[in-house]
Structure formats: structure tokens, C-alpha cells
């Protein structure tokens, strides 16, 4: 009997590990087409601002644009109808606030009630022009014709270089300024973390004595513990001003803050993992390498580096991992201006920051809502190539063994 309840109590406790294992997996799936099911719709939208009309005279041959097209036109960088696939006449733009152009308040009504009516008379009867306004203005009768934007394709949306998801008539939903902007911070990160933290991990793995390295192990572990805003305040504060003065630059929030802010919250991962694989180099390696006459710092660079490569490049990846995810330090030191990088002393926008600082301002459902999801994919698949890679590289250190 006590056979039996104990061999029933083991199969409750793997029954509900099971359930655990099979509740998380699920959740982790559920999110991740949730987040693919709103981001990918953005591919089937027109890019044309939340609740907007963009119409033109019956007789424009004109039928579909595409959004830098309207954003050419309306920013009179494209002034004839020719240019376009038109007729050959100049282009007029019109939007609601230049309605008493045309026409008195008596003729608009005390309420704006004849509104509608207007507009459908103005477009009507001005074979040229382009009317932007509320979709709520578009009467029944409507005569004229809307133009159809082009559906935002996943080259324009990958390739465009310019980021406006709220101007109007018709929004720029271009990512690579962002992707180049996340890629350039955390390479900078990197570029300063890992010869930092490869260097201290040698000191701690091979150099510190036992109460040194019991004393500096926890403290820098500690550091991974402090929340990201505090290194975004203490770049705000003492580093953003520091590179303002030393380089001359009219703003101090740069990619070489958000990097060496970056490659400060990387430290500790770097240095952890990349400890801990060097600390696994068997003794009898090192004595042999010491017995040939090899000197420390030649033991330390011809055999324990070599050995633990697997591990350092492991600990590299993740702390690329967590300098592309990162997003409250960032959004505080960078700039945010979505432009393409070509240096480290210029204001930049990530992907994690855009995603932290607009998506409380986008309405839900809207192809600026949409939009962010699709960065948010975006962020995914690349931190996804960053686990798989730490997946690989440590399947390769255990072929090595």
C-alpha cells in the first residue's frame, strides 16, 4: 500500500510538470502568432493616415499612387500630373484647412453641416486637384474618385528609409534606419564590452587570487541586477553632457552613448559566462603547458583561450542578445531619430525604443499599431538568430570535448 500511494504521488508530480512544460510551450507559441497575426497585417493595408481620403476629379486618369508618391506631391516636390502618369498640367493640393479658400462660412453652414457637399463641389469642378480629408466629410454622392494607395510591400517596408507612421496624407513606414540604428548600437556595445569583460574574466579566471575573485565575482554579477533606467539616468546625466563637450557635437544623445551604456549592462554576462568557460580548462593542460617552459600569460593565451573559445564566443552572443533587446536606457541616451548611422557621434532611433515610445500613442488595430508589431517581429527573428547561434556554438564546444 505504501508502494502504491508513493508510485501515485510520482506519477501526480510528473503529471503536473507535464502540464507546466505543456502550459508554457503553448503560451510562448500563442504569443508568438499573436505577434506575427497583427504584424504581418500591416502588409495588407494602404498607407494612408488613420481616417483620411485622398481624391482627385472624375477625369484624372491618376487611379493609384504609392505613399512617397502623395508624400512627393503634397511637399510640391512633384508639381505636374505628367510626372506621375497624369496629363500634363500643373498639380493642385488641397486639405480641409484650406476649405475657406473657396468658400464663406454662410456657404459652409453655421455647423459645417454643407461640408460634405462642398468638398464633392470642389473636387467636382478642378480637373487638377488632390484633396486630403476626414473620411467622416465624404458625402454619398461623392464626385469625384478615391485614390487607391499601393499596399505597403515587404520590400518598401524593409528598405524604406524614412520613418513618419503619423503624418499625413499618406504615412512612411520605412524600417531601415531602425534595424541599422539597433545593429550600430549594439555593435558599438560590443566592440567595447567584450575586450573589457574577456580581459576581466582573465583576471578571474587565471590572475586574481581566491579572495579577490570572491569578492569582485558577486559585485560585478550585481551589476546585472540594476535596473536598465539607472544606467539610463547615469548616461543622461554624467555621460550624455561628457560626450557633448569632448567631441564639440550640438547634442550629446549619440550611438556612442547608447553603446558604451550598452556594453556596461553587458559586462556582467560577458564576464560570467566567459569566467566560467575558461574555469573548465583541465589543470592537467595548464601544468603541461607550464612544464614545456611556456611562461603564464603564453599558457593563458596559447591553451586557455583556444580551449574555452567556444564559451567566449557563447558569452559575445549573449551579451549581443542583450544589448539589441534593451530598450529604457537606450530610448534615454540615443537621440531617437530615425536616420540611417554613419558614425557614432550622430542621435540614432532602435527598434526597441520606437516600439517603447510610440505604442502607447497608436491606435489599436491601425497600420501604425500594426507597424510596431511588425518591428516587434523584426526584433524577434534577429534575437531568434542570436539564440540559435549560442545553440550552435555551444554544440560545437561539446563536439570539442
Given at each position: 500500500m505504501k508502494r502504491y500511494f508513493h508510485n501515485f504521488g510520482e506519477r501526480i508530480i510528473e503529471g503536473i510538470l507535464t502540464l507546466s512544460g505543456a502550459v508554457t510551450s503553448l503560451t510562448v507559441v500563442l504569443i508568438v502568432v499573436f505577434l506575427f497575426k497583427e504584424g504581418l497585417g500591416i502588409f495588407s493595408q494602404q498607407p494612408i493616415a488613420e481616417g483620411g481620403v485622398i481624391a482627385v476629379n472624375n477625369q484624372n486618369p491618376v487611379k493609384q499612387l504609392s505613399a512617397k508618391e502623395v508624400k512627393e506631391i503634397f511637399d510640391e516636390n512633384i508639381?505636374?500630373?505628367k510626372e506621375i502618369g497624369g496629363q500634363d498640367a500643373p498639380i493642385k493640393t488641397f486639405r480641409?484647412?484650406?476649405i475657406t479658400d473657396y468658400y464663406s462660412e454662410e456657404q459652409l453652414?453655421?455647423?459645417f453641416e454643407l461640408l460634405p457637399?462642398?468638398?464633392s463641389e470642389l473636387v467636382s469642378k478642378e480637373p487638377n486637384i488632390i484633396a486630403f480629408f476626414p473620411d467622416e466629410y465624404l458625402s454619398k454622392d461623392f464626385q469625384g474618385h478615391q485614390i487607391k494607395l499601393e499596399n505597403i510591400s515587404a520590400g518598401d517596408f524593409l528598405g524604406g528609409t524614412e520613418w513618419y507612421p503619423t503624418i499625413s496624407p499618406a504615412v512612411q513606414m520605412g524600417v531601415l534606419p531602425l534595424i541599422l540604428?539597433?545593429?550600430?548600437?549594439s555593435l558599438g556595445a560590443i566592440l567595447i564590452a567584450l575586450p573589457l569583460g574577456l580581459a576581466t574574466s582573465i583576471y578571474l579566471a587565471e590572475i586574481a587570487s581566491k579572495r579577490v575573485r570572491n569578492t569582485m565575482k558577486p559585485v560585478i554579477e550585481l551589476l546585472a541586477g540594476i535596473p536598465s533606467v539607472v544606467y539610463g539616468f547615469f548616461g543622461l546625466v554624467v555621460l550624455v553632457p561628457l560626450i557633448q563637450e569632448m567631441f564639440g557635437l550640438p547634442v550629446g544623445e549619440t550611438?556612442?552613448?547608447g553603446s558604451i551604456i550598452l556594453g556596461i549592462m553587458a559586462l556582467p554576462t560577458i564576464i560570467s559566462v566567459s569566467d566560467d568557460a575558461m574555469r573548465t580548462t583541465p589543470r592537467a593542460m595548464k601544468e603541461a603547458s607550464l612544464a614545456l617552459g611556456a611562461t603564464k600569460w603564453q599558457t593563458i593565451y596559447k591553451v586557455v583561450i583556444p580551449y574555452s573559445i567556444s564559451g567566449i564566443s557563447t558569452a559575445a552572443i549573449l551579451g549581443i542578445g542583450r544589448a539589441i533587446g534593451e530598450t529604457m536606457a537606450v530610448l534615454m541616451v540615443t537621440g531617437?531619430?530615425?536616420v540611417i548611422p554613419t558614425t557614432f557621434l550622430e542621435p540614432v532611433r532602435t527598434i526597441p525604443a520606437t516600439i517603447a515610445a510610440e505604442l502607447g500613442e497608436a491606435p489599436q488595430g491601425g497600420i501604425h499599431f500594426q507597424a510596431l508589431f511588425?518591428?516587434?517581429c523584426i526584433l524577434f527573428l534577429m534575437t531568434l538568430i542570436i539564440n540559435v547561434s549560442v545553440d550552435l556554438v555551444s554544440a560545437k564546444k561539446k563536439e570539442n570535448r
Amino acid at each position: 500500500m505504501k508502494r502504491y500511494f508513493h508510485n501515485f504521488g510520482e506519477r501526480i508530480i510528473e503529471g503536473i510538470l507535464t502540464l507546466s512544460g505543456a502550459v508554457t510551450s503553448l503560451t510562448v507559441v500563442l504569443i508568438v502568432v499573436f505577434l506575427f497575426k497583427e504584424g504581418l497585417g500591416i502588409f495588407s493595408q494602404q498607407p494612408i493616415a488613420e481616417g483620411g481620403v485622398i481624391a482627385v476629379n472624375n477625369q484624372n486618369p491618376v487611379k493609384q499612387l504609392s505613399a512617397k508618391e502623395v508624400k512627393e506631391i503634397f511637399d510640391e516636390n512633384i508639381k505636374n500630373w505628367k510626372e506621375i502618369g497624369g496629363q500634363d498640367a500643373p498639380i493642385k493640393t488641397f486639405r480641409l484647412d484650406d476649405i475657406t479658400d473657396y468658400y464663406s462660412e454662410e456657404q459652409l453652414g453655421k455647423d459645417f453641416e454643407l461640408l460634405p457637399q462642398r468638398l464633392s463641389e470642389l473636387v467636382s469642378k478642378e480637373p487638377n486637384i488632390i484633396a486630403f480629408f476626414p473620411d467622416e466629410y465624404l458625402s454619398k454622392d461623392f464626385q469625384g474618385h478615391q485614390i487607391k494607395l499601393e499596399n505597403i510591400s515587404a520590400g518598401d517596408f524593409l528598405g524604406g528609409t524614412e520613418w513618419y507612421p503619423t503624418i499625413s496624407p499618406a504615412v512612411q513606414m520605412g524600417v531601415l534606419p531602425l534595424i541599422l540604428g539597433t545593429l550600430w548600437v549594439s555593435l558599438g556595445a560590443i566592440l567595447i564590452a567584450l575586450p573589457l569583460g574577456l580581459a576581466t574574466s582573465i583576471y578571474l579566471a587565471e590572475i586574481a587570487s581566491k579572495r579577490v575573485r570572491n569578492t569582485m565575482k558577486p559585485v560585478i554579477e550585481l551589476l546585472a541586477g540594476i535596473p536598465s533606467v539607472v544606467y539610463g539616468f547615469f548616461g543622461l546625466v554624467v555621460l550624455v553632457p561628457l560626450i557633448q563637450e569632448m567631441f564639440g557635437l550640438p547634442v550629446g544623445e549619440t550611438a556612442l552613448a547608447g553603446s558604451i551604456i550598452l556594453g556596461i549592462m553587458a559586462l556582467p554576462t560577458i564576464i560570467s559566462v566567459s569566467d566560467d568557460a575558461m574555469r573548465t580548462t583541465p589543470r592537467a593542460m595548464k601544468e603541461a603547458s607550464l612544464a614545456l617552459g611556456a611562461t603564464k600569460w603564453q599558457t593563458i593565451y596559447k591553451v586557455v583561450i583556444p580551449y574555452s573559445i567556444s564559451g567566449i564566443s557563447t558569452a559575445a552572443i549573449l551579451g549581443i542578445g542583450r544589448a539589441i533587446g534593451e530598450t529604457m536606457a537606450v530610448l534615454m541616451v540615443t537621440g531617437n531619430a530615425s536616420v540611417i548611422p554613419t558614425t557614432f557621434l550622430e542621435p540614432v532611433r532602435t527598434i526597441p525604443a520606437t516600439i517603447a515610445a510610440e505604442l502607447g500613442e497608436a491606435p489599436q488595430g491601425g497600420i501604425h499599431f500594426q507597424a510596431l508589431f511588425a518591428l516587434g517581429c523584426i526584433l524577434f527573428l534577429m534575437t531568434l538568430i542570436i539564440n540559435v547561434s549560442v545553440d550552435l556554438v555551444s554544440a560545437k564546444k561539446k563536439e570539442n570535448r
